[in-house]
C-alpha cells in the first residue's frame, strides 16, 4: 500500500481536529470564503489552529483574496501553506509564495481536457497542486459543492510537482479514485460531513481508513 496523505477541509471546531489527529490524517483545511458555511472568522480560526498538534499541517483556504485579507490571516493564524482557490494567475501564487514564505497549493477545477491546459506553468509556481471538479456555472461556492468529475482526465499525467485529487471523494469512493488515479494524496469536505459544514468523526475515520489501508494512525 502506497503512503497516501490526507486532508480533510472546513475544519470548524476544536473537536474536529480532534477527529481529524485521532483518524491520523496528514492536513487540516480552514476555510476564509464568508459565503461558506465552513468559512472561520478569524477568531475562530485561532481557536481551531491552536487545538492541531506538531504534524498536522494547517492549510488557510482562501478565493482571490487580497494581501490585506491575507496579511490579516496570517498575521492571527498559525499556518503551514496556503491553498488558492480562486482564479489566482501564477503569478500572483509565485508573489504569495514570497510575500509569506510559506507554500502554496493552487487549486485546479477540472471538468475537461481544456482545464488542464495551464498546468505546467502553475507547477512552476506552486508548490502543490489541487486538482478538484470545476464548480457547476450555478454553484454558490467555488469548491467545497461534494462534487467530482472524470478521474481518467489525469490518471495517465506525468506531474511535476506533488499534486492532491478533491472533489466529491467519499469513504465509498476514496479507494477505487486512489487506485484509478494513482496519486498520493487526497482531499475531501462534503464527503466525511453529516450536514452542510458539519464534520462527522465517523465518517473521518472511515474515510482516512479507506485512503491509507487499516495501518495503525500515526502516534504523535
Ligand atoms: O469548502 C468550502 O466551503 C469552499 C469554499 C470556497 C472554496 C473552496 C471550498 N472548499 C474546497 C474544499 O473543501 C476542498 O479543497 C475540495 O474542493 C473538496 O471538496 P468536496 O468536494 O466537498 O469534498
Redesign the pocket.
Known sequence: MPDIRVKI??LRTEADVQAVVAAGAHYA?L?F?PR???HLTLDEARIVAFAAPPGLAKVA?V?DADDATLDAIVEAVPLDML?L?GHETPERVAALRERYGLPVMK?IGVADEGDLAGLIEMSLAADQL?I??KPPREAE???????SFDWRLVAQRRWLKPWML????TPENVAEAIQRTNVRQV?????VEASRGVKDPARIAAFVRAATGPAVPRLR
Not at 461556492?141 to 462534487?147: E, K, M, S, V
Open positions: 477541509c472546513g483545511g476555510v470564503f461558506s458555511p465552513r483556504l478565493v491553498q482557490h487549486a489541487l478538484d471538479a461556492l467555488p469548491g467545497g459543492n461534494g462534487l478533491a472533489g466529491g471523494l482531499d475531501v469536505s462534503s464527503g
